[in-house]
Antibody, heavy 116, light 109 residues
Framework: EVQLVESGGGLIQPGGSLRLSCAAS????????MSWVRQAPEKGLEWVSV???????FYADSVKGRVTISRDNSKNTVYLQMNSLRAEDTAVYYC??????????WGQGTLVTVSS | EIVLTQSPGTLSLSPGERATLSCRAS???????LAWYQQKPGQAPRLLIY???TRATGIPDRFSGRGSGTDFTLTISRLEPEDFAVYYC??????????FGQGTKLEIK
């Protein structure tokens, strides 16, 4: 069974750093396009980043330079390192496999709150 | 960046009626890379349609997608009570930033 479990969210002060994890089971992250998508409270979905099976990465302009996506194939886990966090980064962060493709699946999300 | 604009923002209909949701792109999107999602409160999104017109596994045939270029449509032929939710279009063009539309809320009239 395909499963994605996010962790690492929490309350963080502005300017702080946080690393989110997405542990996958039922498939290999190394063979898939893995994305992070966020949703601010009462707002729509916002794509954050993707890592291709080749290792190529892309980022939304809103996080470029502050966020790094990576993966550990041995742990079958994808990460999102977030630095210089701002209030507007407050959101539920979802991990997704194959965004826009037939094998798409999502985790349950992890809440990041940036506040002093 | 490809901007996706969905309309209407809110659609008020009754069960049994037909719903038509629109997604317009700021530049051409290859059909293969256009998808539709449904999201209910407190839940992760669920893929409905990919490749502009292919239903995802387990999606009822009352959901259909069509379109090409810059104009795409999601149609729900006969609304069931469980269909009232927020719907998003999304493009995943290779080597470009992915984007979502702002969403259409389908509410019970």
């Amino acid at each position: 069974e395909v499963q994605l479990v996010e962790s690492g969210g929490g309350l963080i002060q502005p300017g702080g750093s946080l690393r989110l994890s997405c542990a996958a089971s039922g498939f290999a992250v190394s063979n898939n396009y893995m994305s992070w998508v966020r949703q601010a409270p009462e707002k729509g979905l916002e794509w954050v980043s993707v890592i291709y099976n080749t290792g190529t990465t892309f980022y939304a302009d809103s996080v470029k330079g502050r966020v790094t996506i990576s993966r550990d194939n041995s742990k079958n886990t994808v990460y999102l390192q977030m630095n210089s966090l701002r209030a507007e980064d407050t959101a539920v962060y979802y991990c997704a496999r194959g965004l826009g493709f037939g094998d798409n699946s999502w985790g349950q999300g992890t809440l990041v709150t940036v506040s002093s | 960046e490809i901007v996706l604009t969905q309309s209407p923002g809110t659609l008020s209909l009754s069960p049994g009626e037909r719903a038509t949701l629109s997604c317009r792109a700021s530049q051409s999107v290859t059909r293969s890379y256009l998808a539709w999602y449904q999201q209910k409160p407190g839940q992760a999104p669920r893929l409905l349609i990919y490749g502009a017109s292919t239903r995802a596994t387990g999606i009822p045939d009352r959901f259909s997608g069509r379109g090409s270029g810059t104009d795409f449509t999601l149609t729900i032929s006969r609304l069931e009570p469980e269909d009232f939710a927020v719907y998003y279009c999304q493009q995943s063009s290779p080597s470009l930033m992915y984007t979502f539309g702002q969403g259409t809320k389908l509410e019970i009239k």
